[in-house]
Protein backbone atom coordinates (compact mmCIF):
# COMPACT_ATOMS: atom_id res chain seq x y z
CA UNK A 1 0.00 0.00 0.00
CA UNK A 2 1.12 3.61 -0.88
CA UNK A 3 1.96 5.96 1.39
CA UNK A 4 -0.91 8.13 -0.15
CA UNK A 5 -2.92 5.33 0.77
CA UNK A 6 -1.53 5.08 4.15
CA UNK A 7 -2.00 8.20 4.99
CA UNK A 8 -5.88 8.43 3.44
CA UNK A 9 -6.65 5.34 5.86
CA UNK A 10 -4.78 6.66 8.65
CA UNK A 11 -6.94 10.22 8.91
CA UNK A 12 -10.06 8.06 8.48
CA UNK A 13 -9.33 5.75 11.32
CA UNK A 14 -8.32 9.28 13.22
CA UNK A 15 -11.41 10.63 11.98
CA UNK A 16 -13.71 7.29 13.23
CA UNK A 17 -11.92 7.16 16.45
CA UNK A 18 -12.70 10.98 17.42
CA UNK A 19 -16.08 10.45 16.15
CA UNK A 20 -16.69 7.67 18.34
CA UNK A 21 -15.12 9.56 21.50
CA UNK A 22 -17.31 12.67 20.81
CA UNK A 23 -20.42 10.87 19.73
CA UNK A 24 -20.35 12.47 16.55
CA UNK A 25 -22.35 10.12 13.80
CA UNK A 26 -20.68 9.66 10.21
CA UNK A 27 -22.14 9.47 6.76
CA UNK A 28 -19.79 7.53 4.52
CA UNK A 29 -19.89 8.47 0.84
CA UNK A 30 -18.26 7.88 -2.12
CA UNK A 31 -19.65 9.62 -5.44
CA UNK A 32 -22.78 9.60 -4.05
CA UNK A 33 -24.46 8.65 -7.19
CA UNK A 34 -26.43 6.27 -4.97
CA UNK A 35 -27.48 9.28 -2.38
CA UNK A 36 -30.96 8.56 -2.92
CA UNK A 37 -31.28 5.00 -2.17
CA UNK A 38 -32.53 3.84 1.51
CA UNK A 39 -33.46 6.86 3.81
CA UNK A 40 -31.99 10.18 3.91
CA UNK A 41 -28.40 9.97 5.04
CA UNK A 42 -27.58 12.34 8.16
CA UNK A 43 -24.58 12.74 9.81
CA UNK A 44 -21.15 14.49 8.83
CA UNK A 45 -19.46 13.49 5.76
CA UNK A 46 -16.76 11.12 5.48
CA UNK A 47 -15.71 10.76 2.46
CA UNK A 48 -13.99 7.91 0.96
CA UNK A 49 -12.35 8.89 -2.91
CA UNK A 50 -8.95 9.51 -1.67
CA UNK A 51 -8.99 5.55 -1.06
CA UNK A 52 -8.10 5.28 -4.81
CA UNK A 53 -6.23 2.86 -6.98
CA UNK A 54 -6.39 -0.81 -7.77
CA UNK A 55 -4.15 -2.34 -5.42
CA UNK A 56 -3.50 -5.92 -7.54
CA UNK A 57 -4.89 -7.49 -10.59
CA UNK A 58 -4.54 -11.14 -11.49
CA UNK A 59 -6.14 -11.34 -14.28
CA UNK A 60 -5.10 -15.33 -14.73
CA UNK A 61 -6.87 -15.66 -11.31
CA UNK A 62 -9.92 -14.09 -12.23
CA UNK A 63 -9.05 -11.59 -8.89
CA UNK A 64 -9.00 -7.68 -8.11
CA UNK A 65 -8.50 -5.97 -5.22
CA UNK A 66 -9.31 -2.44 -5.06
CA UNK A 67 -9.31 0.66 -3.25
CA UNK A 68 -13.09 1.85 -1.98
CA UNK A 69 -12.65 4.88 -3.50
CA UNK A 70 -11.81 3.96 -6.94
CA UNK A 71 -14.14 4.93 -9.61
CA UNK A 72 -16.45 2.22 -10.66
CA UNK A 73 -15.71 2.96 -14.91
CA UNK A 74 -11.89 2.93 -13.99
CA UNK A 75 -11.97 -0.72 -12.91
CA UNK A 76 -14.48 -1.73 -15.55
CA UNK A 77 -11.98 -0.12 -18.12
CA UNK A 78 -9.24 -1.94 -16.75
CA UNK A 79 -10.90 -5.10 -16.98
CA UNK A 80 -12.09 -4.64 -20.47
CA UNK A 81 -8.37 -4.25 -21.28
CA UNK A 82 -8.22 -8.14 -20.19
CA UNK A 83 -11.21 -9.25 -21.95
CA UNK A 84 -12.72 -9.41 -18.23
CA UNK A 85 -15.68 -7.99 -16.30
CA UNK A 86 -17.63 -8.09 -13.57
CA UNK A 87 -20.34 -10.45 -14.41
CA UNK A 88 -23.35 -8.91 -12.18
CA UNK A 89 -23.68 -5.09 -14.10
CA UNK A 90 -23.75 -2.69 -11.61
CA UNK A 91 -25.27 -0.03 -12.11
CA UNK A 92 -23.34 3.40 -12.17
CA UNK A 93 -26.41 6.06 -11.52
CA UNK A 94 -23.16 8.52 -12.22
CA UNK A 95 -20.04 9.33 -13.73
CA UNK A 96 -18.71 9.60 -9.98
CA UNK A 97 -19.87 6.10 -9.06
CA UNK A 98 -17.46 4.09 -6.84
CA UNK A 99 -16.07 0.30 -5.89
CA UNK A 100 -17.20 1.42 -2.16
CA UNK A 101 -20.62 2.36 -3.37
CA UNK A 102 -20.86 -0.45 -5.54
CA UNK A 103 -20.40 -2.82 -2.71
CA UNK A 104 -22.27 -0.97 0.25
CA UNK A 105 -25.65 -0.44 -2.19
CA UNK A 106 -25.03 -4.39 -2.69
CA UNK A 107 -27.24 -3.37 -6.62
CA UNK A 108 -26.47 -5.64 -9.58
CA UNK A 109 -27.79 -5.06 -13.17
CA UNK A 110 -29.84 -7.06 -15.81
CA UNK A 111 -27.66 -9.82 -15.84
CA UNK A 112 -28.15 -10.92 -12.07
CA UNK A 113 -30.50 -13.50 -12.33
CA UNK A 114 -28.10 -15.34 -14.07
CA UNK A 115 -24.70 -14.88 -12.75
CA UNK A 116 -25.63 -14.46 -8.83
CA UNK A 117 -25.36 -11.00 -7.27
CA UNK A 118 -22.65 -8.73 -5.60
CA UNK A 119 -22.15 -10.71 -2.75
CA UNK A 120 -21.55 -13.69 -4.77
CA UNK A 121 -18.21 -12.19 -6.03
CA UNK A 122 -16.73 -10.63 -3.09
CA UNK A 123 -14.13 -12.28 -2.36
CA UNK A 124 -12.72 -10.68 0.71
CA UNK A 125 -12.39 -6.91 2.58
CA UNK A 126 -10.68 -4.72 4.22
CA UNK A 127 -13.31 -2.38 7.01
CA UNK A 128 -12.30 -0.09 9.18
CA UNK A 129 -15.37 -0.83 12.34
CA UNK A 130 -17.14 1.97 14.67
CA UNK A 131 -14.11 1.85 17.23
CA UNK A 132 -11.88 2.69 14.44
CA UNK A 133 -9.80 -1.06 13.92
CA UNK A 134 -8.46 -1.81 10.88
CA UNK A 135 -9.85 -5.51 10.16
CA UNK A 136 -9.43 -7.79 7.14
CA UNK A 137 -11.87 -10.41 6.23
CA UNK A 138 -11.57 -13.08 3.50
CA UNK A 139 -8.89 -13.49 0.76
CA UNK A 140 -7.75 -12.75 -2.79
CA UNK A 141 -8.92 -16.45 -3.95
CA UNK A 142 -12.15 -18.72 -3.93
CA UNK A 143 -10.16 -21.67 -1.50
CA UNK A 144 -9.80 -18.71 0.99
CA UNK A 145 -12.66 -19.03 3.32
CA UNK A 146 -11.62 -17.20 6.71
CA UNK A 147 -14.42 -14.64 7.48
CA UNK A 148 -15.69 -15.27 3.99
CA UNK A 149 -19.22 -14.76 5.23
CA UNK A 150 -18.61 -11.33 7.15
CA UNK A 151 -17.03 -10.07 4.09
CA UNK A 152 -20.22 -10.68 1.77
CA UNK A 153 -22.32 -9.16 4.45
CA UNK A 154 -21.14 -5.62 3.47
CA UNK A 155 -22.71 -6.08 0.55
CA UNK A 156 -26.02 -4.16 0.72
CA UNK A 157 -24.95 -2.85 3.74
CA UNK A 158 -25.24 0.87 2.90
CA UNK A 159 -22.56 1.77 5.13
CA UNK A 160 -24.44 1.23 8.50
CA UNK A 161 -21.07 -1.54 9.20
CA UNK A 162 -18.29 0.34 9.11
CA UNK A 163 -15.95 2.06 5.90
CA UNK A 164 -14.80 -0.20 3.32
CA UNK A 165 -11.35 0.69 2.70
CA UNK A 166 -10.79 -2.32 0.02
CA UNK A 167 -12.58 -4.68 -1.25
CA UNK A 168 -11.28 -7.86 -3.24
CA UNK A 169 -13.48 -9.34 -6.15
CA UNK A 170 -13.91 -12.15 -8.18
CA UNK A 171 -14.31 -11.47 -12.02
CA UNK A 172 -15.02 -13.20 -15.31
CA UNK A 173 -14.24 -13.50 -18.83
CA UNK A 174 -16.28 -11.38 -21.52
CA UNK A 175 -18.46 -13.92 -22.85
CA UNK A 176 -17.01 -14.91 -26.52
CA UNK A 177 -21.22 -13.88 -28.36
CA UNK A 178 -23.88 -12.74 -27.30
CA UNK A 179 -27.47 -12.05 -28.77
CA UNK A 180 -30.46 -10.36 -27.95
CA UNK A 181 -33.98 -11.46 -28.98
CA UNK A 182 -37.32 -9.86 -28.99
CA UNK A 183 -41.55 -11.47 -28.64
CA UNK A 184 -44.32 -9.27 -28.89
CA UNK A 185 -46.53 -10.66 -26.00
CA UNK A 186 -48.37 -9.39 -22.88
CA UNK A 187 -46.53 -9.70 -19.01
CA UNK A 188 -48.52 -13.31 -18.38
CA UNK A 189 -47.07 -15.07 -21.37
CA UNK A 190 -43.62 -13.27 -21.15
CA UNK A 191 -43.54 -14.82 -17.53
CA UNK A 192 -44.75 -18.37 -18.81
CA UNK A 193 -42.26 -17.78 -21.50
CA UNK A 194 -39.24 -17.22 -18.94
CA UNK A 195 -40.48 -20.10 -16.71
CA UNK A 196 -40.44 -22.89 -19.64
CA UNK A 197 -36.91 -20.94 -21.00
CA UNK A 198 -35.13 -21.85 -17.31
CA UNK A 199 -36.13 -25.44 -17.07
CA UNK A 200 -33.95 -25.59 -20.59
CA UNK A 201 -30.20 -25.92 -21.19
CA UNK A 202 -30.42 -22.51 -22.61
CA UNK A 203 -27.62 -19.70 -22.34
CA UNK A 204 -30.11 -17.36 -20.81
CA UNK A 205 -28.02 -14.18 -19.11
CA UNK A 206 -30.74 -11.38 -19.01
CA UNK A 207 -34.18 -10.50 -19.60
CA UNK A 208 -36.85 -7.31 -19.52
CA UNK A 209 -40.67 -7.26 -20.78
CA UNK A 210 -42.77 -4.02 -20.31
CA UNK A 211 -45.13 -2.26 -22.65
CA UNK A 212 -44.79 0.67 -24.74
CA UNK A 213 -47.42 2.23 -26.79
CA UNK A 214 -49.84 -0.41 -25.73
CA UNK A 215 -47.81 -3.65 -26.78
CA UNK A 216 -45.91 -5.79 -24.60
CA UNK A 217 -42.50 -7.00 -25.73
CA UNK A 218 -39.77 -9.85 -23.90
CA UNK A 219 -36.29 -9.04 -24.75
CA UNK A 220 -34.03 -11.94 -23.72
CA UNK A 221 -30.69 -11.72 -23.67
CA UNK A 222 -28.10 -14.92 -24.48
CA UNK A 223 -24.89 -15.33 -23.66
CA UNK A 224 -21.60 -18.00 -23.73
CA UNK A 225 -20.09 -19.42 -26.50
CA UNK A 226 -20.56 -18.68 -30.08
CA UNK A 227 -22.20 -22.33 -31.00
CA UNK A 228 -24.49 -22.27 -27.80
CA UNK A 229 -25.94 -18.66 -28.41
CA UNK A 230 -26.16 -19.50 -32.06
CA UNK A 231 -28.60 -22.75 -31.49
CA UNK A 232 -30.23 -21.26 -29.08
CA UNK A 233 -31.81 -18.37 -31.42
CA UNK A 234 -32.16 -21.11 -34.01
CA UNK A 235 -34.39 -22.58 -31.48
CA UNK A 236 -36.17 -20.32 -29.67
CA UNK A 237 -37.55 -17.81 -32.59
CA UNK A 238 -37.87 -14.13 -32.04
CA UNK A 239 -36.78 -11.05 -33.95
CA UNK A 240 -33.05 -11.03 -33.38
CA UNK A 241 -32.11 -7.07 -32.62
CA UNK A 242 -29.11 -5.16 -33.93
CA UNK A 243 -25.95 -6.31 -31.51
CA UNK A 244 -24.94 -2.46 -30.89
CA UNK A 245 -28.08 -1.12 -30.45
CA UNK A 246 -28.97 -3.83 -28.05
CA UNK A 247 -25.95 -3.49 -26.11
CA UNK A 248 -27.06 0.60 -25.78
CA UNK A 249 -30.45 -0.71 -24.85
CA UNK A 250 -29.14 -3.12 -21.99
CA UNK A 251 -26.91 -0.43 -20.54
CA UNK A 252 -29.48 2.10 -20.52
CA UNK A 253 -31.76 -0.27 -18.43
CA UNK A 254 -29.02 -0.86 -16.14
CA UNK A 255 -28.81 2.81 -15.75
CA UNK A 256 -32.55 3.19 -15.63
CA UNK A 257 -32.19 5.83 -18.06
CA UNK A 258 -34.64 4.15 -20.52
CA UNK A 259 -37.86 6.63 -20.71
CA UNK A 260 -39.79 3.66 -18.77
CA UNK A 261 -38.25 5.11 -15.47
CA UNK A 262 -38.55 8.78 -16.42
CA UNK A 263 -40.92 9.76 -13.39
CA UNK A 264 -39.40 13.14 -12.93
CA UNK A 265 -42.69 14.94 -14.49
CA UNK A 266 -44.85 13.17 -12.32
CA UNK A 267 -45.74 12.37 -8.73
CA UNK A 268 -44.91 8.74 -8.93
CA UNK A 269 -41.86 7.52 -7.21
CA UNK A 270 -40.35 4.38 -8.47
CA UNK A 271 -40.99 0.58 -6.98
CA UNK A 272 -39.18 -2.23 -7.36
CA UNK A 273 -40.50 -5.44 -6.18
CA UNK A 274 -38.27 -8.59 -5.27
CA UNK A 275 -40.66 -11.50 -5.84
CA UNK A 276 -39.89 -15.48 -6.76
CA UNK A 277 -39.62 -16.10 -10.38
CA UNK A 278 -42.05 -18.06 -10.63
CA UNK A 279 -45.08 -15.37 -9.11
CA UNK A 280 -47.70 -14.41 -11.44
CA UNK A 281 -49.47 -11.67 -12.37
CA UNK A 282 -48.94 -9.21 -9.52
CA UNK A 283 -52.52 -8.10 -9.59
CA UNK A 284 -51.14 -4.15 -9.29
CA UNK A 285 -53.01 -3.02 -12.71
CA UNK A 286 -54.06 0.59 -11.25
CA UNK A 287 -50.28 1.52 -11.02
CA UNK A 288 -50.00 0.37 -14.89
CA UNK A 289 -48.07 -2.25 -16.18
CA UNK A 290 -44.43 -3.06 -14.75
CA UNK A 291 -41.42 -3.24 -15.93
CA UNK A 292 -40.19 -7.21 -15.47
CA UNK A 293 -36.25 -8.10 -15.15
CA UNK A 294 -34.26 -10.99 -13.90
CA UNK A 295 -36.95 -14.16 -15.26
CA UNK A 296 -39.17 -12.19 -13.51
CA UNK A 297 -37.46 -11.95 -10.18
CA UNK A 298 -37.44 -8.23 -10.17
CA UNK A 299 -40.44 -6.10 -11.16
CA UNK A 300 -40.62 -2.45 -10.64
CA UNK A 301 -44.10 -0.22 -10.68
CA UNK A 302 -44.73 3.49 -10.46
CA UNK A 303 -46.85 4.73 -8.22
CA UNK A 304 -46.68 7.38 -5.29
CA UNK A 305 -44.37 7.00 -2.42
CA UNK A 306 -47.48 7.44 0.06
CA UNK A 307 -48.23 5.05 3.06
CA UNK A 308 -51.58 3.89 1.14
CA UNK A 309 -49.83 3.00 -2.09
CA UNK A 310 -47.03 1.46 0.22
CA UNK A 311 -49.62 -0.87 1.54
CA UNK A 312 -50.79 -1.89 -1.24
CA UNK A 313 -47.55 -2.81 -3.13
CA UNK A 314 -45.76 -4.51 -0.02
CA UNK A 315 -48.99 -6.49 0.73
CA UNK A 316 -49.07 -7.94 -2.89
CA UNK A 317 -45.20 -8.61 -2.86
CA UNK A 318 -45.80 -10.84 0.20
CA UNK A 319 -48.53 -12.71 -0.88
CA UNK A 320 -46.26 -13.20 -3.81
CA UNK A 321 -42.94 -14.17 -1.23
CA UNK A 322 -41.49 -11.28 -1.33
CA UNK A 323 -40.85 -7.63 -0.54
CA UNK A 324 -40.83 -4.43 -1.92
CA UNK A 325 -38.84 -1.45 -1.80
CA UNK A 326 -39.33 2.31 -2.37
CA UNK A 327 -36.45 2.81 -4.63
CA UNK A 328 -36.66 6.42 -5.70
CA UNK A 329 -38.57 9.30 -4.56
CA UNK A 330 -40.12 11.05 -7.40
CA UNK A 331 -37.43 14.68 -8.39
CA UNK A 332 -39.18 16.94 -6.28
CA UNK A 333 -40.43 14.63 -3.52
CA UNK A 334 -36.58 13.90 -1.83
CA UNK A 335 -38.21 15.92 1.69
CA UNK A 336 -41.88 14.35 1.28
CA UNK A 337 -42.44 13.59 5.14
CA UNK A 338 -45.33 11.60 4.28
CA UNK A 339 -43.54 8.74 2.29
CA UNK A 340 -43.49 5.56 3.54
CA UNK A 341 -40.38 3.68 4.76
CA UNK A 342 -37.98 3.31 1.78
CA UNK A 343 -38.02 -0.48 3.04
CA UNK A 344 -40.05 -3.61 3.68
CA UNK A 345 -40.01 -4.67 7.63
CA UNK A 346 -37.87 -7.06 8.87
CA UNK A 347 -38.86 -10.28 10.05
CA UNK A 348 -37.90 -10.44 13.77
CA UNK A 349 -35.35 -13.24 13.59
CA UNK A 350 -33.52 -11.35 10.89
CA UNK A 351 -33.64 -7.81 13.00
CA UNK A 352 -32.21 -9.23 15.58
CA UNK A 353 -29.26 -9.94 13.39
CA UNK A 354 -28.87 -7.15 11.75
CA UNK A 355 -29.19 -5.18 15.13
CA UNK A 356 -26.48 -7.97 16.65
CA UNK A 357 -24.32 -6.93 13.63
CA UNK A 358 -24.12 -3.50 14.04
CA UNK A 359 -23.32 -3.32 17.82
CA UNK A 360 -20.49 -5.70 17.22
CA UNK A 361 -19.10 -3.68 14.42
CA UNK A 362 -20.24 -0.37 15.41
CA UNK A 363 -21.24 0.06 19.22
CA UNK A 364 -21.02 3.34 19.37
CA UNK A 365 -23.20 4.07 17.03
CA UNK A 366 -20.90 6.11 14.71
CA UNK A 367 -22.75 5.30 11.23
CA UNK A 368 -25.79 6.10 9.73
CA UNK A 369 -27.59 3.44 11.06
CA UNK A 370 -30.73 4.94 9.72
CA UNK A 371 -30.16 4.37 6.53
CA UNK A 372 -31.36 0.80 6.18
CA UNK A 373 -34.11 1.29 8.71
CA UNK A 374 -35.34 3.28 12.27
CA UNK A 375 -32.84 1.27 14.17
CA UNK A 376 -31.90 2.53 17.80
Request: aromatic residues 8%; hydrophobic residues 45%; glycine residues 10%.
Amino acid sequence: MSNGIDHALGQAVERIRAAAADGTALRIRGGGSKDFYGEAPRGELLDTRALAGIASYEPSELVVTVRAGTPLAELEAALAEKGQCLAFEPPHFAADATVGGMVAAGLAGPSRASVGNVRDYVLGAMLVNGRGEVLSFGGQVMKNVAGYDVSRVLAGSLGTLGLIAEVSLKVLPVPPAEATLEFACDQADALRLLNEWGGRPLPLNASCWFEYAGAGALYLRLRGAVAAVEAACAHLGGERKDKERAAADWQSLREQSLPWFDTAAGPDALWRLSVPQTAPVLGLEAFGAPLVEWHGGQRWYKAPPTPAAAARIREAARAAGGHATLFRLPAHGEAHEAAAPRFDRLEPAVERIHRALMREFDPHAVFDRGRLHAFD
